[in-house]
């Protein structure tokens, strides 16, 4: 069984930058695809990002030109890098983790998540 716990969350000015950090522990091998998702309260979760194990990613319009993801294999860490922060990026973000076989986006797609970590982004 895979754990997920993320960090690096907080509250910035609009144009600032977070990046937040998601170690896994347990059978990370058996992971084929992780990504970021996000809730903003009163509205459904939204996938942000998501990397495979052969390093393809996959961006939200919203986010493209503005957020990274990445991986560090050698710390089992997920990261996303965010810059030019919206107040619209406000929400609660995830980090999930999926053995699915092919490339997975959405969040039913997902089995394990973490706990979250807040990002507010204030005008």
């Known amino acids: 069984q895979v754990q997920l716990v993320e960090s690096g969350g907080g509250s910035v000015q609009a144009g600032g930058s977070l990046r937040l950090s998601c170690t896994a522990s347990?059978?990370?091998?058996?992971?084929?695809?992780m990504g970021w998702f996000r809730q903003a309260p009163g509205q459904e979760r939204e996938g942000v990002a998501s990397?495979?194990?052969?390093?393809?990613?996959h961006y939200a319009d919203s986010v493209k030109g503005r957020f990274t993801i990445s991986k560090d294999n050698t710390k089992n860490t997920l990261y996303l890098q965010m810059n030019a922060l919206k107040p619209e990026d406000t929400g609660l973000y995830f980090c999930?983790?999926?053995?699915?076989?092919?490339?997975?986006?959405?969040?039913?797609?997902?089995?394990?998540w973490g706990q979250g970590t807040q990002v507010t982004v204030s005008s």
């Open positions: 999930a983790a999926t053995q699915k076989v092919g490339f997975a986006r959405l969040a039913w797609e997902y089995n394990t």
């Open positions: 347990g059978y990370t091998s058996k992971n084929n695809c």
């Open positions: 990397i495979d194990r052969n390093g393809r990613q």
